[in-house]
T-cell receptor, first 117, second 116 residues
Framework: AQSVAQPEDQVNVAEGNPLTVKCTYS??????LFWYVQYPNRGLQFLLK??????LVKGSYGFEAEFNKSQTSFHLKKPSALVSDSALYFC???????????????FGSGTKLNVKP | KAGVTQTPRYLIKTRGQQVTLSCSPI?????VSWYQQTPGQGLQFLFE???????NKGNFPGRFSGRQFSNSRSEMNVSTLELGDSALYLC???????????????FGAGTRLSVL
């Protein structure tokens, strides 16, 4: 069964320090992986995705994510955190095999990122 | 290009009532998916509509239903509301062609439903 795990409910980091938000996944077939961010009282905004190719994917607002097939992980990273990065982050996976679950996304439980000045 | 529009933004209902939420997708997008977001359960997939047909369905009771119109706009209906239905309901639209790896879901701001 497809699933996504975000092991940390909350991540705290000081402004200017690097940040990592963790995500592991389980799918049959090759994964399509996504990161979304949600600000208070807003919907989810797309940050980046991994489909194939280079394991390091660059996205919006200076974020990047590293795909690791052997560890089934897709961690979100940023070299220098900003206070404005404070938000709720969701990892999502979508199976590449077009079966009954076509276009069905599986989301992690979310990780709250707190960046302190 | 306008984004995904959900109306209304806020709703207050009482137990036993029914409610209808609306979602207008991005122009040209043919797929609309609905999610329920709660603090305890995170983001739960409700269903997806494509070309007026329900293509995927999550594990929700039959009280939750939806439909899609020929212009791709979608509505979600919840009948016989329960306290546990209080949540943020998010709609997402995508092209949903047949290249799932390149098709991104774009989300609306959501409708916050409170059941008293």
């Amino acid at each position: 069964a497809q699933s996504v795990a975000q092991p940390e409910d909350q991540v705290n980091v000081a402004e200017g320090n690097p940040l990592t938000v963790k995500c592991t996944y389980s799918v049959s077939g090759n994964p399509y992986l996504f990161w979304y961010v949600q600000y208070p009282n807003r919907g989810l905004q797309f940050l980046l995705k991994y489909i194939t190719g280079d394991n390091l994917v660059k996205g919006s607002y200076g974020f990047e994510a590293e795909f690791n097939k052997s560890q089934t992980s897709f961690h979100l990273k940023k070299p220098s955190a900003l206070v404005s990065d404070s938000a709720l982050y969701f990892c999502a996976v979508r199976d590449s095999v077009q079966r009954d679950n076509f276009n069905k996304f599986y989301f992690g439980s979310g990780t709250k990122l707190n960046v302190k000045p | 290009k306008a984004g995904v529009t959900q109306t209304p933004r806020y709703l207050i209902k009482t137990r036993g009532q029914q409610v209808t939420l609306s979602c207008s997708p991005i122009s040209g997008h043919r797929s609309v998916s609905w999610y329920q977001q709660t603090p305890g359960q995170g983001l739960q997939f409700l269903f997806e509509y494509f070309s007026e047909t329900q293509r995927n369905k999550g594990n929700f009771p039959g009280r939750f239903s939806g439909r899609q119109f020929s212009n791709s706009r979608s509505e979600m209906n919840v009948s016989t509301l329960e306290l546990g239905d209080s949540a943020l309901y998010l709609c997402a639209s995508s092209l949903a062609g047949f290249d799932p790896g390149r098709d991104i879901q774009y989300f609306g701001a959501g409708t916050r439903l409170s059941v008293l």
